[in-house]
C-alpha cells in the first residue's frame, strides 16, 4: 500500500516544485506593475487590505480549528477546513497581487523600537510566505494520496509555520494601518 501510495504523491511533484517557484516569481514580478502608472485607467483598490488582512485572521482560525478538529479525530471536518485554509491563502494572494498593481505601497512611518518590530516581523512573514507554499502543498498531496504517516510528519512542521504567516500578516496590517492614505 505505501508503494502505492508513494507512486501517486510523485506523479505532483512537478507541479509542487513548478509552483513552489513560480508563484514567489510572479508575485514578486507583479509587485513592480502598477497599473496606473503604466497608463491604464483602474481605480486604485485601497479598500483591499483590511479585507485580505482579515482573511489572513481567517485562516489563522481555519488552522488552529482543523488542528482541534484532528486531534478529536474529526478527519472529514480536518480536511474541509484545511481546503477552505488553502482556498482562503489563494484568495489572500490574488487580493495582495490587486492591490500593490492598482495602488502605490505604503511606506512605514513609526520610528524607534516599532519600526525595527514592524521590519522584523514583515521580513520573517515574507521570507516565511515563500518556504511555506511547498510545505503545504506537499502535506496537501500527502493527505489527498493518503500517505497519511508522512502527511502528519511534515504537517508538524507545516502547521507553525503557515499559523505564523497566517497571524503575522495580521499583525503587519495592524501596525502599518495607520499610515494608508
Same mark, same amino acid.
Given at each position: 500500500? =505505501?508503494?502505492?501510495?508513494?507512486?501517486? =504523491? $510523485?506523479?505532483? #511533484?512537478? !507541479?509542487?516544485?513548478?509552483?513552489?517557484? +513560480?508563484?514567489?516569481?510572479?508575485?514578486? *514580478?507583479?509587485?513592480?506593475?502598477?497599473?496606473?502608472?503604466?497608463?491604464?485607467?483602474? =481605480?486604485?483598490?485601497?479598500?483591499?487590505?483590511?479585507?485580505?488582512?482579515?482573511? #489572513?485572521?481567517?485562516?489563522? %482560525?481555519?488552522? &488552529?480549528? *482543523?488542528?482541534? +478538529? &484532528?486531534?478529536? $479525530?474529526?478527519? *472529514?471536518?480536518?480536511?474541509?477546513?484545511?481546503?477552505?485554509?488553502?482556498?482562503?491563502?489563494?484568495?489572500?494572494?490574488?487580493?495582495?497581487?490587486?492591490?500593490?498593481?492598482?495602488?502605490?505601497?505604503?511606506?512605514?512611518?513609526?520610528?524607534?523600537?516599532?519600526?525595527?518590530?514592524?521590519?522584523?516581523?514583515?521580513?520573517?512573514?515574507?521570507?516565511?510566505?515563500?518556504?511555506?507554499?511547498?510545505?503545504?502543498?506537499?502535506?496537501? %498531496?500527502?493527505?489527498?494520496? #493518503? #500517505?497519511? =504517516?508522512?502527511? $502528519?510528519?511534515?504537517?508538524?512542521?507545516?502547521?507553525?509555520? !503557515?499559523?505564523?504567516?497566517?497571524?503575522?500578516?495580521?499583525?503587519?496590517?495592524?501596525?502599518?494601518?495607520?499610515?494608508?492614505?
Amino acid at each position: 500500500m =505505501e508503494t502505492i501510495n508513494r507512486t501517486a =504523491e $510523485k506523479k505532483y #511533484n512537478k !507541479w509542487i516544485v513548478l509552483l513552489s517557484i +513560480a508563484i514567489p516569481l510572479i508575485v514578486a *514580478a507583479l509587485f513592480g506593475v502598477n497599473l496606473r502608472d503604466m497608463g491604464f485607467d483602474v =481605480e486604485p483598490l485601497t479598500f483591499l487590505p483590511p479585507i485580505y488582512a482579515t482573511i #489572513n485572521g481567517l485562516t489563522a %482560525v481555519l488552522l &488552529i480549528s *482543523a488542528f482541534v +478538529a &484532528i486531534r478529536k $479525530k474529526n478527519i *472529514a471536518l480536518h480536511k474541509t477546513l484545511m481546503t477552505t485554509a488553502i482556498g482562503c491563502s489563494v484568495l489572500f494572494l490574488l487580493m495582495y497581487i490587486a492591490y500593490h498593481m492598482t495602488s502605490d505601497s505604503t511606506p512605514y512611518g513609526g520610528d524607534g523600537i516599532m519600526r525595527y518590530i514592524y521590519f522584523s516581523i514583515l521580513i520573517s512573514h515574507i521570507l516565511l510566505s515563500i518556504i511555506i507554499i511547498p510545505f503545504v502543498l506537499i502535506t496537501y %498531496v500527502r493527505a489527498i494520496t #493518503n #500517505n497519511i =504517516e508522512r502527511h $502528519k510528519k511534515i504537517a508538524r512542521i507545516t502547521f507553525p509555520i !503557515w499559523l505564523y504567516v497566517a497571524v503575522s500578516g495580521v499583525i503587519i496590517y495592524i501596525l502599518i494601518s495607520p499610515y494608508y492614505v
